[in-house]
């Protein structure tokens, strides 16, 4: 497994981050994120908005990819804003993370550039969840 530092993480998802305007009811880009799996490897998504719907956070573009590669334990996630601010995943992210895999109850959050917490802070009265069964 690759060692990635959490300003590696940071840099990942600025790389992506870039909002524009894909139609006249959509965009995209404005948040972007990245995570590291504990087996080492990054996945990285951007924020869709449209008219028509909530959206579809960073977070969860992240997400996706890395569950195409079969993928579920979350080392590390982190988000940033179109400035390349750091931003803490909305609850509905927060437990997306949470359901994927028992094992992201203990994912390191990055909330700021000098703060990392666990899922399980951010998320005090939630609990993991089982893991599938066969």
Request: hydrophobic share 45%.
């Amino acid at each position: 497994m690759q060692h990635l530092s959490p300003d590696d993480l940071i840099a990942a998802a600025r790389r992506v981050v870039g909002h524009f305007a894909c139609s006249q009811d959509a965009s995209a880009g404005g948040v972007a994120a990245a995570l590291v799996t504990r087996s080492g490897k990054i996945f990285t998504g951007i924020c869709i908005d449209t008219s028509c719907s909530p959206g579809h956070c960073a977070e969860s573009s992240a997400i996706s990819e890395m569950l195409k590669a079969r993928e579920t334990a979350i080392a590390s996630i982190v988000a940033v804003d179109e400035n390349g601010e750091i931003m803490p995943p909305c609850g509905r992210c927060r437990e997306l993370i949470r359901q994927v895999a028992p094992a992201n109850w203990q994912t390191q959050v990055i909330v700021a550039r000098d703060q990392i917490v666990p899922l399980s802070d951010l998320m005090p009265f939630g609990g993991p969840v089982e893991p599938a069964s066969a």
